[in-house]
């Protein structure tokens, strides 16, 4: 006979059977409590100190750790539970069972239970031990081993002493037995510790092994969960990455400058966990009003995809999420109007996320687009008005929306600039501290060269973690690899710098000991936000492994611009708050903080340490304004045991103060740092480019020093003719400049020997590069024309001095430099700066759709909108540079014949140039095969 629907059938305890349908499941129940249960039966003869450890313990984990905790003794046991029972054999074994199974059932309920029995007999507490295992909870033996002449002198009860006078008898450990523990999880000799040494011992193994974390323990011993216990690594695996990425290329294309490429790296490997994306709003304005988010992962209160679903401000769950992680540094990707109109006309849910060289690198899910209130962003998280900050300015030369959304990595992120191999994602990390046995991992960041005074930091919190208890702790040494300002120092000099700090090992003070650290670039930029920056500073080392992290003062901090409000080239921070700080966020969790002392060069035994107040006269101090003041005058070692007190005008350095090879690094870098093309700065991706076979290339694509060449032309733009051999009518040679999706703004240089493609520049001297978005189109020009600024339109506005511009709408990327037969479909003319800038629309007739396409009527009909998307590119390209519109001589483009008219006419204006019939006013290099003026 069935029940009824709404009674409950338990299965029977000794059934062995599931009682989940009876109980809540133990992993929800752990995670909502934020611990799980565990039983530590205290073992050992009367006056071990029991009750005395127990009692410590159980006050550290509830008063300052917030721990449900419970304590069962023969003090609450005896007097209650087991009032029936005596001290014979039997009457013990059933005091121990009885016991036994209240401590199962406390734990199964998620309480840490303490008992402190004597349980003498090994049997008995065996059979405890089984109990748990069925059960499937942490059950640790604690043996308080104490030899008996080190009791008989403690006796706290007196009880030793009536043994002695035999006034009590059948007392255990005396002329009762008692049994050792052959294998006990945890050994206490007390009478060698005290007390609060054996709770931190307790403690400890608790935390190393998640007891007191609710969720289940994902990273080894001893090193802490990511924030939000969730392992985040958002590559896609290598059995679907053909089709993710084809399906990529179907996507509407969303622009990721250098900087945001970081970002993508440090969601996409885990750093910033649980984030599985770019923010999106909620998430943004938890994280500016809270330096923390409110997370759900085991969906105690229906809220587990909260950051991961479209913001809704109607609608609200009735129950907060449980848990609060640390997140104070917005994670955001801004876009254009162009892109946004990309995005909502292409009737997809996904975008492809592309680079500034044009890599395809992820897919954006559910892209949710909202309004880049920068003022907000900006204000909130620097709590300082300073538009010459250089984050700052960063964030305001971003689009007017930002877009939210998980995120796919399609392949790894690599930056191709020789220093790859120090680049590790979270998950590698954790697996190299695994190896080296550590037991606990200490983070010490770097922003500048390691010199023996850091060395002494990182030593010395070394050493103090194992008079903590500590077996292995591991260093990782975390140099800062993404975004940077222009005058930090280069990651490459930084980076090779370590390299020798670790070869050196303990050979020098300057050294590391490669055995107990661990180097990997941590890939996050540097927006110089203070307290809330080292908050994500730490956060996101946590996420790796870190227990502790190194800060020193004014973390994260520099001088306000000459721009700033209030602090006008003064510390825009208080060089004592970042600590403070960070030691009182929300959502720090476990993490602890080792603070930097202040230490000098002791000249005694060269030596960096904390000066002894004693003979101040043995210490100089060696300031990073002096360090490189003595690296730029290339400064050798002094003497050993004769070092001056004006190190600048001895030109020396100390023989201690740096690993000699590492300090030679520093030296080259100082004596040669206006040569930036020699450094990487930080993790920029060098790529090769997509490049035309007859073609050769000189410098670093991406850079100012990169050129481009043809091996069988003198000159691209004269040697190369307008019409091909044979073409069909409205066909012209196409020579691509800049290939679809690239934003690395090349032109052909018209003074230059042998006309080659370069990087543009800004009038800064930088590379320039198109910031409103993706490109959909290759750009180039038609060889054999040239746009006469004398040559006046009706509008009154001469040519723009350069070849005709061609934009040409296939399917794919054109190579750099290639030559295409390009069908002619008509053109626009823009007024750019007062001045006419004809853009020829065609379509290669290497296209897969060129067949279908001999018209802007057909451009239309196969590719909706695609002229629309060019007229709004051509208006409004540069006011993502705080330019203004530009404007178009009509809204509609030209017929072919009126666009090949055009060409005509420019083709003809080129033989005036070639002929010497018109001014060459520019100095343009006029000495090709076809060009002789």
């Not at 590790?424 to 991992?441: H, I, N, P």
């Not at 005074?453 to 993404?482: C, E, I, N, T």
Request: charged share 25%.
């Amino acid at each position: 006979e069935k029940s009824p629907p709404h009674i409950i059938e338990c299965a029977a305890a000794t059934a062995g059977a599931s009682q989940s349908a009876c109980h809540l499941p133990r992993p929800e129940r752990y995670e909502a409590l934020k611990q799980k249960g565990a039983t530590l039966w205290m073992t050992g003869c009367s006056g071990a100190g029991k009750t005395t450890i127990a009692t410590a313990l159980e006050d550290k984990l509830v008063k300052l750790y917030g721990k449900h905790t419970y304590r069962l003794d023969g003090d609450n046991i005896r007097t209650g539970l087991n009032r029936d029972l005596g001290f014979s054999e039997s009457d013990r074994a059933e005091s121990v069972r009885r016991v036994g199974e209240m401590a199962t059932l406390f734990s199964d309920a998620g309480t840490i239970t303490l008992v402190g029995l004597i349980s003498p007999y090994r049997g008995d507490r065996d059979a405890v031990r089984r109990r748990h295992e069925e059960q499937g909870i942490p059950f640790y033996e604690v043996f308080l081993d104490v030899p008996v002449d080190e009791l008989k002198k403690r006796d706290p009860k007196g009880q030793y002493a009536r043994v002695e006078s035999g006034e009590l008898k059948h007392f255990t450990c005396i002329d009762d037995p008692y049994e050792e523990p052959l294998y006990p999880e945890i050994r206490l000799k007390t009478h060698e510790l005290k007390i609060e040494e054996s709770v931190e011992i307790l403690f400890r193994r608790l935390q190393q092994d998640g007891v007191l974390d609710g969720a289940p323990k994902l990273n080894p011993p001893g090193l802490p969960n990511p924030d939000g216990d969730r392992a985040v690594d958002l590559h896609v695996p290598a059995s679907l990455k053909k089709q993710k990425t084809e399906e990529a290329a179907t996507l509407p294309k969303v622009l990721i400058t250098d900087v945001e490429l970081n970002w993508l790296q440090v969601i996409g490997e885990g750093w910033a966990a649980p984030l599985r994306g770019f923010m999106r709003e909620g998430t943004l304005l938890e994280t500016l009003h809270f330096n923390s988010i409110l997370v759900d992962p085991f969906n105690l209160t229906d809220n587990v995809l909260r950051h991961e679903t479209k913001t809704d401000f109607t609608q609200f769950t009735e129950t907060q999420p449980p848990r609060r992680v640390s997140m104070s540094v917005p994670i955001t990707l801004s876009c254009t109007e162009y892109t946004k109109q990309a995005i909502e006309n292409s009737g997809k849910d996904a975008v492809a996320l592309v680079t500034q060289m044009g890599q395809t690198v992820a897919i954006l899910r559910r892209p949710e687009i909202y309004a880049n209130r920068k003022e907000e962003i900006v204000t909130r998280m620097f709590g300082a008005i300073d538009r010459g900050h250089p984050y700052i300015k960063f964030l305001y030369s971003g689009g007017p929306y930002l877009i939210g959304g998980e995120v796919e990595l399609l392949d790894r992120i690599r930056y191709n600039d020789g220093l790859d191999k120090w680049r590790k994602t979270s998950s590698e990390l954790m697996e190299e501290f695994k190896q080296k046995g550590a037991d606990t991992v200490f983070a010490f960041q770097t922003r500048n060269p390691t010199h023996a005074g850091h060395a002494y930091l990182m030593k010395s919190a070394g050493q103090d973690l194992v008079r903590q208890g500590f077996k292995k702790p591991v260093l990782w040494l975390s140099p800062l690899g993404g975004w940077t300002k222009s005058d930090d120092v280069p990651l490459d000099v930084r980076v090779r710098q370590h390299e020798e700090v670790l070869r050196a090992g303990t050979s020098h003070p300057g050294g590391l000991d490669p055995s107990t650290t661990v180097m990997a670039i941590w890939p996050s930029p540097m927006v110089y936000a203070g307290p809330t920056e080292v908050q994500f500073h730490a956060k996101s080392r946590r996420s790796a492994g870190a227990s502790y992290f190194v800060v020193g003062r004014d973390p994260a901090g520099l001088k306000g611009s000459m721009e700033a409000v209030a602090h006008k080239d003064d510390d825009l921070y208080d060089g004592d708050h970042g600590r403070y700080v960070l030691q009182m966020s929300p959502g720090i969790g476990g993490m602890k903080m080792l603070s930097f002392t202040k230490v000098m060069y002791d000249i005694r035994d060269n030596t960096m340490k904390v000066p002894d107040a004693n003979r101040m006269d043995d210490f100089i101090s060696i300031s990073g304004t002096k360090m490189r003041a003595l690296a730029a005058q290339g400064a050798v070692p002094c003497a050993e045991h004769d070092i001056p007190t004006d190190l600048l005008g001895a030109n020396c350095v100390p023989r201690g103060f740096m690993v000699p090879d590492g300090w030679k690094g520093v030296v080259e870098y100082y004596q040669n740092a206006e040569n930036a093309e020699r450094w990487v700065p930080w993790s920029r991706p060098r790529v090769e480019p997509l490049t035309s076979s007859t073609t050769e290339t000189t410098g670093v694509f991406g850079l100012t020093s990169f050129a481009l060449k043809h091996t069988e032309y003198k000159s691209m733009w004269h040697d190369i003719p307008m019409i091909p051999d044979g073409a069909e009518e409205y066909v012209v040679n196409f020579v691509t400049e800049i290939p679809m999706y690239v934003t690395a703004k090349m032109e052909l240089i018209k003074d230059v020997s042998g006309n080659p493609i370069q990087q543009d520049k800004n009038k800064d001297g930088s590379p320039r590069y198109y910031t409103y978005g993706t490109p959909f189109f290759n750009y180039g020009f038609i060889p054999q024309t040239w746009e006469d600024p004398t040559l006046i339109s009706a509008q009154g506005n001469g040519g723009d001095n350069d070849p005709l511009d061609v934009m040409e709408v296939g399917f794919e990327p054109l190579p750099m430099g290639s030559t295409r037969p390009c069908r002619v479909l008509g053109s626009l003319e823009l007024i750019d700066e007062g001045e006419t800038d004809h853009k020829v629309i065609c379509i290669s007739l290497t296209d897969k759709d060129q067949s279908r396409i001999h018209s802007m009527y057909d451009l239309e009909r196969v590719k909706p909108g695609t002229v629309d998307r060019l007229i709004h590119w051509l208006k409004f390209y540069k006011t993502s540079d705080g330019k203004g519109e530009n404007m178009l001589a009509r809204d509609t483009p030209t017929t072919q014949y009126e666009a090949m008219q055009v060409i005509k006419e420019t083709n003809s204006r080129w033989k005036m140039l070639c002929e010497g019939t018109t001014t060459n006013t520019d100095g343009f290099w006029l000495a090709g095969e076809k060009c002789q003026a």
